[in-house]
């Protein structure tokens, strides 16, 4: 059988580790494909930019539209990056009758329900195993090994550049720019940063994983982000103190009022596996009703661990390229016409656990003060702690950690404690979740 000819759009990080894999397992690969897999073109901005790859027996162009047109190619990889002209050249691709891989979460996230209907009125495929969790077969393990099951919950550390960064300076004590420079460095963090530690990439994460697991459209503008640059050392040792570690999670719940979308940082039992998930890891717990607990670990970012979900999703197109459209795995694991609009909560109507850290004079009633405010808005208390002043300071830090309760309530009761003339500046809250 003639090789299939694919066109990679992008030669960086993980266009060049997907060159790599592909042309070092070619055998392996085309063992497993049915098929030889061959890139014969390939672009980038700059061509005369230093590769990781060897492109030799690759034709180079600059422009995408080269590829996207050229009618001996089956397959499109795109590894660009961006939801703007990308989104242009991936609908290009399925108009002209191309199966498109990509590894871009924000495409799939914002613009993913109509690049999957255009995709199905052509009969080809798009394939993103490599948008989620990196090198992690996420998505297979949801669409296709959990088929069975309803899905309840999911949580995950799904962005490999803010666990690097927490574990960094966790661990070494270590700047939290200096950590960054180095995570973009070793090329795990997005073109905008910003994406990694506001949560914005996490939650386009999110947003796809909520998709095939409890069979929604894609809605990236219902998730609660929160990002982990208001974590502090403090926050980190009272936590620990506690045995419990602070991890960035994207949590998806299905509640009988609706689903929540959150990614924020949390508060997880250090007993737990994902609790101990460091560095540019991630890691996936999904419950199903009928599996109960499972867990996904890898490399979440990072050339060839990445290029490794690329490859794969490159060899389900081939061994598919000869099937009915109609019998292939749903793009978003259920029937594109029964996908279902459960609603998305507001964070108001999210209910979680919190740690809670407010500065207090310590003086007699003034712990009476808070817990009569916490008991008025139906809120438990779980465990309460009084530490040392820091730095003489007159107040003391107190540490509270709550019961399961509606956020709308713990809002309320915030904003009354952060009102008593007894306690200084902001409470900082986390969000604390047991995963059990
Ligand atoms: P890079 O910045 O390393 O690579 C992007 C590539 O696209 C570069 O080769 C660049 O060319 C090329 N490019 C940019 N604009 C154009 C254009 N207009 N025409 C042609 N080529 C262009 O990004 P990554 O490899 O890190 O990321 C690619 C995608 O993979 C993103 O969607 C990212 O979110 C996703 N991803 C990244 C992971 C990672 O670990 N890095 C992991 C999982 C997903 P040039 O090299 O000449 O500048
Ligand atoms: N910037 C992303 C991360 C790349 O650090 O997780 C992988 O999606």
């Known amino acids: 059988m003639?090789?299939?000819?694919?066109?990679?759009?992008?030669l960086g990080t993980v266009g060049g580790g997907t060159v790599n894999v592909l042309k070092r397992n070619a055998a392996e690969i085309a063992r497993r494909?049915?098929?030889?897999?061959?890139?014969?073109?390939?672009?980038?901005?700059?061509?005369?930019?230093?590769?990781?790859?060897?492109?030799?027996g690759i034709a180079l162009t600059t422009d995408p539209f080269d590829i996207i047109n050229d009618p001996e190619i089956e397959i499109i990889l795109e590894l660009i990056g961006g939801a703007g002209q990308v989104k242009?050249?991936?609908?290009?691709?399925?108009?002209?009758?191309?199966?498109?891989?990509?590894?871009?979460?924000?495409?799939?996230?914002?613009?993913g329900n109509e690049i999957f209907a255009k995709a199905s009125e052509k009969g080809v495929i798009v394939a993103f195993e490599a948008a989620v969790a990196g090198g992690i077969p996420i998505i297979k393990a949801i669409r296709e090994g959990l088929s069975g099951n309803q899905i309840e919950w999911l949580?995950?550390?799904?962005?490999?550049?803010?666990?690097?960064?927490?574990?960094?300076?966790?661990?070494?004590?270590?700047d939290f720019a200096d950590v960054l420079a180095e995570a973009q460095a070793l090329g795990y963090a997005e073109a905008d940063p910003t994406f990694d530690v506001e949560g914005i990439d996490a939650g386009h994460k999110l947003t796809i994983l909520a998709s095939i697991a409890f069979g929604i459209p894609l809605q990236f503008d219902k998730v609660f982000t929160e990002g982990i640059t208001q974590i502090t050392r403090t926050d980190v040792e009272y936590a620990e103190q506690l045995g419990y570690r602070i991890k960035h999670l994207g949590i998806a719940r299905k509640t009988a009022a609706g689903i929540e979308l959150r990614v924020h940082p949390t508060l997880i039992p250090?007993?737990?596996l994902i609790a101990n998930v460091n560095g540019v890891m991630n890691a996936v717990l999904v419950k199903g009703d009928a599996v109960g607990a499972t867990l996904y670990y890898g490399a979440g970012a990072g050339a060839e661990p990445t290029a490794s979900s690329v490859v794969a999703d490159v060899i389900d197109v081939v061994r598919a390229l000869t099937s009915d459209p109609e019998n292939r795995v749903p793009h978003l694991a259920f029937q594109a016409?029964?996908?279902?609009?459960?609603?998305?909560?507001?964070?108001?109507?999210?209910?979680?656990?919190?740690?809670?850290?407010?500065?207090?004079?310590?003086?007699p009633?003034?712990?009476?003060?808070?817990?009569?405010?916490?008991?008025?808005?139906?809120?438990?208390i779980e465990a309460i702690s009084q530490k040392a002043p820091l730095n003489n300071e007159t107040s003391v830090p107190i540490i509270i950690l709550t019961q399961i309760t509606l956020e709308q309530e713990m809002n309320a009761a915030i904003a009354e404690i952060e009102a008593l003339a007894t306690v200084s500046g902001k409470i900082n809250r986390i969000r604390l979740e047991t995963l059990g």
């Open 365 to 380: 009633g003034v712990l009476a003060e808070v817990t009569r405010i916490l008991a008025a808005h139906h809120i438990s």
């Open 88 to 111: 242009d050249m991936v609908l290009k691709a399925i108009e002209n009758g191309k199966h498109v891989v990509t590894a871009n979460k924000s495409l799939i996230a914002l613009h």
């Open 155 to 174: 949580a995950g550390i799904i962005n490999g550049t803010g666990n690097f960064i927490l574990t960094e300076m966790r661990d070494k004590g270590r």
């Open 270 to 272: 250090e007993r737990r």
């Open 33 to 56: 494909a049915g098929r030889e897999i061959i890139i014969t073109r390939a672009s980038a901005k700059d061509l005369n930019k230093a590769r990781i790859c060897d492109t030799q």
């Open 2 to 10: 003639k090789p299939v000819k694919v066109g990679v759009l992008g």
């Open 337 to 363: 016409d029964a996908i279902a609009d459960i609603p998305v909560l507001s964070s108001e109507q999210f209910k979680t656990a919190y740690y809670l850290r407010l500065n207090a004079e310590d003086k």
